[in-house]
């Protein structure tokens, strides 16, 4: 009678069974930025930032600042998707509007 189990001195091998799971590493995520410039209204900025970005009007007067006096403001933070996808909604709705407004992103 043979057990392919046992090893040559008789006794039985034992393992341990592990079972690895796929680590799901978390998406990068990129701000939005506006970029100042000195043509668009600051109205329009703030309404920007309301519509598109979903700010309050506080929210949006304090970003709109910040770009207009340090030249660029962070609108929000996103998967990239969002973050492209809201960029390209703020120069398609500047340009329908004929505001020269900017955003792009950055990997936070």
């Known amino acids: ?33 506006m970029l100042n410039d000195d043509y668009t209204p600051m109205d329009f900025v703030v309404h920007v930032l309301q519509t598109i970005f979903g700010k309050n009007e506080t929210e949006a007067v304090q970003i709109m600042l910040q770009v207009h006096q340090k030249g660029v403001g962070v609108c929000g933070v996103y998967s990239f998707e969002v973050a492209e996808t809201k960029v390209n909604k703020v120069v398609d709705y500047a340009r329908r509007n004929q505001h020269p407004l900017q955003c792009t992103l950055e990997k936070e």
């Open 1 to 33: 009678m043979s057990d392919e189990n046992k090893d040559g001195q008789g006794n039985t091998e034992t393992g341990i069974l592990t079972k690895t799971s796929p680590k799901t590493k978390k998406p990068s995520l990129y701000k939005v930025l």
